[in-house]
């Protein structure tokens, strides 16, 4: 098996979103500064309306652009504001006439780190099996005895045999009581999070903080910043008092949250905006962010699949298609110019 056909099967088992590599079918140069063609020139006329309609004096996208209200911009994770499986598969490479197997080894080594990240803070072979929408929908069960961490998985959850209750010296809980096991789990979770969303070398050790220092470099310089212009577009909105920052993914909530962490990017989300549609799909995650922020706000869903497109088209949300690095300066733009 040749590395393209090696890191194409390649997939970690805690995702559930299948590689979308749509975004990076077509061009093979150097990541493009305006001169798209094909996907990236239909994207670029597809956002050109949708900033046509917000813009003041605009027709209005959907139900219309309300001027002062809230705005709440609804974003994908992977091959959006980071880039991960398109390094493992290649085809971020392939698009841009870059190095296969450089990109491969960069996006393995950020699996095998969020891999021990999972593994060392997040209880992931206690929780590999369970998903959430969303961090409440466990800790609303949850109890704060912190006394549970010390016991091991009830048997009702039949989680992964790696750390079954055999090899385990620990005893179960008391009471069966599985759902406050797993929301001492999530909780403590929660608590990790936020200490380090602004600070993420700090939960690291000093042996692996230098390695994921230089990864994070030798990512963004591979990218050619691609994340350094997410972060920018993020940090306009974070800076706006009627604006949020909300984050809908395929994958699910803990390695979601582990992402956010190790690409730097969690000083953007607070944790009660981060939603992970790996049981639900992007639509329900949708309607939850609608009720929850109201039929007075403006939202606007940003990304390179086409779930996300499709749940918004069927929603009447505009969507922001990005795919390719040019869409988010053209979005960064929009922001700086004040027309979005
Ligand atoms: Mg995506």
């Given at each position: 098996m040749n590395n393209q056909a090696a890191a194409a099967t390649t997939r970690p088992s805690w995702e559930t979103e299948a590689y979308d590599d749509t975004c990076c079918a077509?061009?093979?140069?150097?990541?493009?500064?305006?001169?798209?063609?094909?996907?990236?020139?239909?994207?670029?006329?597809?956002?050109?309306?949708?900033?046509?309609?917000?813009?003041?004096?605009?027709?209005g996208v959907g139900t219309g652009v309300a001027r002062g209200q809230r705005t709440v911009f609804i974003w994908d994770l992977d091959e959006t504001i980071i880039i991960f499986h398109s390094l493992i598969?290649?085809?971020?490479?392939?698009?841009?006439?870059?190095?296969?197997?450089?990109?491969?080894?960069?996006?393995?080594?950020?699996?095998?780190?969020?891999?021990?990240?999972?593994?060392?803070?997040?209880?992931?072979?206690?929780?590999?099996?369970?998903t959430y929408q969303h961090i409440s929908d466990i800790l609303n069960a949850e109890s704060k005895d912190d006394s549970l961490l010390s016991y091991s998985?009830?048997?009702?959850?039949?989680?992964?045999?790696?750390?079954?209750?055999?090899?385990?010296?620990?005893?179960s809980p008391p009471g069966g009581d599985d759902e406050r096991w797993l929301a001492?789990?999530?909780?403590?979770?929660?608590?990790?999070?936020?200490?380090?969303q602004h600070d993420t070398?700090?939960?690291?050790?000093?042996?692996?903080?230098?390695?994921?220092?230089?990864?994070?470099?030798?990512?963004?310089?591979?990218?050619?910043?691609?994340?350094?212009?997410?972060?920018?577009?993020?940090s306009v909105i974070g800076a706006r008092l009627n604006c949020e920052n909300v984050i809908v993914t395929s994958t699910r909530l803990l390695p979601a949250l582990a992402k956010l962490l190790l690409y730097d990017f969690g000083a953007f989300f607070p944790i009660e905006n981060v939603y992970s549609a790996a049981e639900t799909g992007k639509k329900a995650c949708?309607?939850?962010?609608?009720?929850r922020f109201g039929r007075a706000a403006n939202y606007l869903v940003l990304g390179n699949g086409k779930e996300?497109?499709?749940?918004?088209?069927?929603?009447?949300?505009?969507?922001?298609?990005i795919a390719c690095r040019y869409n988010?300066?053209?979005?960064?733009?929009?922001?700086?110019?004040?027309?979005?």
């Open positions: 077509h061009a093979d140069r150097s990541i493009p500064e305006g001169d798209t063609t094909g996907e990236e020139q239909i994207a670029e006329r597809h956002n050109a309306l949708v900033l046509q309609r917000w813009a003041p004096g605009g027709a598969t290649g085809s971020f490479a392939r698009k841009y006439d870059k190095d296969v197997v450089k990109a491969t080894e960069l996006g393995k080594q950020m699996e095998e780190l969020l891999f021990r990240v999972l593994v060392t803070y997040f209880f992931y072979y206690d929780l590999s099996s369970t998985a009830p048997f009702a959850w039949g989680y992964n045999t790696m750390h079954s209750r055999s090899s385990s010296s620990l005893a001492a789990r999530y909780r403590k979770v929660e608590t990790l999070y936020v200490a380090h070398a700090a939960l690291l050790g000093p042996n692996l903080r230098k390695n994921w220092r230089q990864l994070q470099e030798n990512i963004e310089s591979f990218s050619e910043r691609w994340l350094d212009v997410a972060r920018t577009c993020l949708f309607e939850r962010i609608s009720l996300e497109e499709a749940a918004a088209t069927q929603l009447g949300i505009p969507h922001w298609k988010l300066e053209m979005l960064y733009r929009a922001l700086d110019a004040n027309v979005m």
